[in-house]
C-alpha cells in the first residue's frame, strides 16, 4: 500500500524560507512523477508543483515560479519542496502526491495516492 508523509509545515515569516518534504512508500518510486498541491479552507486545492520521474522535468504555478524548487532523491524515496521569499498568500495545508505515469501533470484527479497535508502558515 502506497503511503506519502509529509514533514511538518510550520509557522514561518514573510520573506522566509521553508523546505516540505514528503516520503513515499509502498511502491518503486522512481517509476512515478510527484506533484505538490496546496488548499485553503474554502478553496478548491491548487497546483504548485510537479516533477518527473527522474527529476528532468518540472513545472511551476504562476504563483511560486521562481520561489520554489521541486526536487527528488530517488535513492531516499522523497520528494522536496523548497519554498523561498514566502508570502501570506502561500498560507495553505500543502500536500505531496503521486502520479500514475512517469512524467509532470497539473491535473490532480490524474494523482493516485495523497498524503495527509502539513500546514504552512506565513505571517505578515
Known amino acids: 500500500q502506497v503511503q506519502l508523509v509529509e514533514s511538518v509545515g510550520g509557522l514561518v515569516q514573510a520573506g522566509g524560507s521553508l523546505r516540505l518534504s514528503c516520503a513515499a512508500s509502498?511502491?518503486?518510486?522512481?517509476?512515478?512523477?510527484m506533484g505538490w498541491f496546496r488548499q485553503v479552507p474554502g478553496k478548491e486545492r491548487e497546483f504548485v508543483a510537479a516533477?518527473?520521474?527522474?527529476?528532468?522535468?518540472?513545472y511551476y504555478s504562476d504563483s511560486v515560479k521562481g520561489r520554489s524548487t521541486i526536487s527528488r532523491d530517488n535513492a531516499k524515496n522523497t520528494v522536496y519542496l523548497q519554498m523561498n521569499s514566502l508570502k501570506p498568500e502561500d498560507t495553505a495545508v500543502y500536500y505531496c502526491?503521486?502520479?500514475?505515469?512517469?512524467?509532470?501533470?497539473?491535473?490532480?484527479?490524474?494523482?493516485?495516492?495523497w498524503g495527509q497535508g502539513t500546514q504552512v502558515t506565513v505571517s505578515s
Open positions: 502526491a503521486e502520479d500514475d505515469t512517469a512524467w509532470v501533470k497539473t491535473d490532480q484527479a490524474l494523482y493516485d495516492y
Open positions: 516533477i518527473s520521474r527522474f527529476g528532468r522535468k518540472t
Open positions: 509502498g511502491r518503486t518510486f522512481s517509476i512515478y512523477g
